[in-house]
């Protein structure tokens, strides 16, 4: 079982920037693949960035290619998304998840453990 709190969210201007934190429970965290995804009110959740175990590989969705940057720091259980250049339309509830998996991570099949979700706004 892994427990997953956000942090960091919170309201910034257009073009500023917000580093989200997610804190795990568990003692295998870095066997887990991790991801960030969000949901915009009346907008189905969606996929932001995803990393895997081991070698770190790093999936973006192409609406945040070159803004948005998930990390992982196994000896703290954490996992981060920093988020650069916001835009209004980046304002959503953001969440956390985990999956644990064998072989390839692939991040579109679904996740086993969410966080509560932080909200993030971005005015204009």
């Known amino acids: 079982q892994v427990q997953l709190v956000e942090s960091g969210g919170g309201l910034v201007q257009a073009g500023g920037s917000l580093r989200l934190s997610c804190a795990a429970s568990g003692r295998i965290f870095g066997m887990y693949g991790l991801a960030w995804f969000r949901q915009a009110p009346g907008k189905e959740r969606e996929f932001v960035a995803a990393i895997s175990r081991g070698e770190s590989t790093t999936y973006y969705a192409d609406f945040v290619k070159g803004r948005f940057t998930i990390s992982r720091d196994n000896a703290k259980n954490m996992v981060y998304l920093q988020m650069n250049t916001l835009k209004p339309e980046d304002t959503a509830v953001y969440y956390c998840?985990?999956?644990?998996?064998?072989?390839?991570?692939?991040?579109?099949?679904?996740?086993?453990?969410w966080g509560q979700g932080i909200q993030v706004t971005v005015s204009s």
């Open positions: 998840a985990a999956k644990a998996y064998i072989g390839s991570f692939d991040y579109t099949r679904p996740f086993d453990y």
